[in-house]
């Protein structure tokens, strides 16, 4: 029996993904889980397994094409006669193999509503202007053919200056008056189009704009122009940091994973939101839903473009678990292997430019939170200790933020906070 596999919805919703690599052809042998295909949906690259046993029949979408969910991929005639596997057969196979981390369900303990009040309504007693009536079109002459004009006359001035006959115009004006730019477009010969010069094929390069780009450059459009962002900067002596991170690196339970600087301000952006809750909060029109678990997120540069995973429930985790599962995260989504859920449910982000040879910038907020941190590049700097001047490890930290959410006041609170505690990693421990 010939039976399809329809495209599943592999993420939240998702309505297309592109066909990355098959890994069967036509007349192969399948087995049940078998991986046949590489999906790339807007959000992470997905294995797909086969839900039946048999032999390919055909491929019905090739390598690069863009398939809408429902739509069938591949036929396979299978061994043995039955039933087509549901959709929510169809949907667990998928669900089985790629990991899912299922997202925190908000629970009326975690999270906090409160009013929002923003901007003026309209005054009390102010009244409407009526709308202007629009002017009563000139008196219609007549030329010598008999012909109605509607022109004011600098217009017919114009005309008669440039030889050009009213009575062949078709007026663009109000009422259709003929208007100076009738009367000089009549009196411009027109010209044949110049062919435009194209350029050599090896001088211009065109990229689709599709799959994980597509998104993110969606979601940075929405963000920046729906949320009001401010940025504030800071410098920081990170010295004390440097040393504790050389420090773990020497402790038992951090040998088999990587620290970095980077594990110490997730840590003290984690211990701030817990000090500072309307920092990891989202804005829900007329509430504003205050977080009380953090989902931390970790913008990552790939081969597709930016994505931004995030560690579920940082706030619960140990210093050691959260190094590997900063480390784990981090390789994921390098690899493109990242879990759907996993790219989802994100409540304040980190984005680690210093990796670049950056010093700052102005981030733009994930989409849904209230904050995001950028963390610059560490640099040998002078610095004033103690009324001595020193070479020390600086930094620059730079928060934007939502201002409906989180005021000048609050956002340099949290950013004080945050290069407090990587200036003395005690007050780390203190505030934790």
Not at 372 to 396: C, M
Request: glycine fraction near 8%; proline fraction near 9%.
């Amino acid at each position: 029996m010939r039976r399809e596999f329809k495209l599943p919805d592999v993420g939240e919703g998702l309505t297309e993904a592109e066909i990355v690599k098959w890994h069967v052809a036509a007349g192969d042998a399948v087995k049940v889980n078998q991986i046949i295909v590489e999906i790339e949906t807007a959000k992470a690259v997905v294995e797909l397994p086969c839900p039946f046993e048999g032999t390919v029949a055909s491929l019905l979408a090739t390598e690069g094409d863009t398939v809408d969910v429902g739509s069938p991929i591949i036929a396979v005639e299978t061994v043995a006669d039955g039933d087509a596997p549901t959709p929510a057969e169809t949907q667990g196979l998928v669900e089985d193999l790629v990991p899912q981390v299922p997202a925190p369900e908000p629970e009326p303990a975690r999270e906090e509503r409160q009013p929002v009040l923003v901007g003026y309504g309209v005054k009390l007693g102010a009244t409407k202007r009526r709308p202007r009536k629009s002017p009563a079109p000139p008196p219609a002459a007549r030329n010598g053919t008999g012909t109605a004009v509607l022109a004011k006359p600098p217009v017919r001035k114009l005309a008669k200056d440039l030889g050009v006959d009213l009575g062949t115009l078709h007026g663009t004006g109000p009422h259709g008056s003929i208007t100076r730019d009738d009367v000089q477009a009549a009196a411009t010969p027109v010209r044949a189009p110049q062919p435009v010069a194209q350029p050599a094929p090896d001088r211009e390069e065109h990229i689709p704009v599709k799959g994980v780009r597509k998104a993110t450059a969606a979601a940075m459009v929405a963000s920046a122009f729906t949320a009001p962002h401010v940025t504030e900067f800071l410098q920081v002596d990170v010295t004390e940091t440097m040393n504790a991170v050389r420090r773990l690196r020497e402790l038992p339970d951090f040998a088999e994973v990587k620290v970095s600087p980077l594990l110490l301000v997730a840590k003290a952006l984690i211990t701030a939101v817990r000090r500072y809750p309307m920092a990891n909060a989202s804005w829900a029109g007329d509430t504003i839903v205050v977080k009380r678990y953090v989902n931390l997120g970790i913008a990552a540069a790939t081969e597709r473009g930016l994505i931004v995973p995030n560690v579920k429930d940082a706030q619960a985790l140990s210093l050691p678990e959260l190094a590997r599962e900063l480390a784990g995260l981090t390789e994921r989504a390098r690899a493109g292997r990242c879990a759907p859920a996993e790219l989802t449910g994100g409540t304040i982000t980190i984005t680690n430019v210093g990796v670049f040879g950056v010093d700052a910038g102005t981030p733009i907020l994930n989409p849904g939170e209230a904050a995001i941190l950028a963390f610059g590049q560490i640099r040998d700097l002078p610095w004033v200790v103690d009324g001595q001047l020193a070479v020390r490890k600086v930094t620059t930290l730079a928060l934007s933020f939502d201002h409906r959410i989180v005021d000048g006041e609050l956002g340099s609170y949290v950013l004080r906070d945050v290069g407090a505690m990587l200036e003395d990693p005690l007050r780390l421990l203190a505030w934790s």
